[in-house]
């Protein structure tokens, strides 16, 4: 059982938009702390989407946006592509574990 | 460039040990703190291991508490995890991040390094 709860899949067709949400509570995303996400393929090492709930490390195209608001947060990915098909996670920290990290479950993302 | 190179991992039996470590270049290793994250086959990602930049302060998630120790030699710019009486369940690859806490600053990851224990 995550932290942070993430819908296990979703799926949009090329070109569309689609959004990932993670969910969390008072004692990690409710408490200020920031979200990040990451992107993952099949036997590849986590790559950093968002840093510091909006931000996008360099080379990360501006289809991706996040967005957080209370104890949610968000990604958004517009203009789909076959190419971002993988697992997205998001990130942020928790008072419950000292407050380190803390990770949702996953979402796979399926481009239709 | 920042890079996190990990190595040590391997087939172990349970009961075992194994030690990790992460080899760190590209930026001021000793003002990070820094993490290890693990990923089970299939599975998502899970945090195991801090500590801070001057060595003094370790927290370690409820898995792995009292069988693993995280630590570092900032004059190496080395991360790692010493990990004994291995179970079945901590086969995983593990991954080294640092751990900046700034909403302004990206943290980075290794490549990971797998750890099977099996008999």
């Known amino acids: 059982q995550s932290v942070l709860t993430q819908p296990p899949s979703v799926s949009g067709a090329p070109g569309q938009g689609v959004t990932i949400s993670c969910s969390g509570s008072?004692?990690?995303?409710?408490?200020?702390?920031?979200v990040h996400w990451y992107q993952q393929f099949p036997g590849k090492a986590p790559r950093l989407l968002i840093y510091?709930?909006?931000n996008r490390p360099s080379g990360v195209p501006d289809r991706f946006s996040g967005s957080k608001s209370g104890t949610s947060a968000s990604l958004a990915i517009s203009g789909l592509r076959a190419e971002d098909e993988a697992d997205y996670y998001c990130q942020s920290y928790d008072r419950s574990v000292n407050n380190n990290w803390v990770f949702g479950g996953g979402t796979k993302l399926t481009v239709l | 460039e920042v890079q996190l190179v990990e190595s040590g991992g391997g087939l172990v039996q349970p009961g075992g040990s194994l030690k990790l470590s992460c080899a760190a270049s590209?930026?001021?290793?000793?003002?990070?703190?820094m993490n290890w994250v693990r990923q089970a086959p299939g599975k998502g990602l899970e945090w195991i291991a801090c500590?801070?930049?001057?060595?003094?302060?370790?927290y370690y998630a409820d898995s792995v508490q009292g069988r693993f120790s995280i630590s570092r030699d900032n004059a190496k710019r080395t991360l790692y995890l010493q990990m004994n009486s291995l179970r079945d369940e901590d086969t995983a690859v593990y991954y080294c991040?640092?751990?900046?806490?700034?909403?302004?600053?990206?943290?980075?990851w290794g490549q990971g390094t797998l750890v099977t224990v099996s008999s």
């Open positions: 991040t640092t751990d900046s806490r700034s909403g302004s600053s990206p943290d980075y």
């Open positions: 008072t004692s990690n995303l409710g408490a200020g702390f920031d």
């Open positions: 510091g709930n909006i």
């Open positions: 590209g930026f001021t290793f000793g003002n990070y703190k």
């Open positions: 500590i801070s930049s001057s060595y003094n302060v370790v």
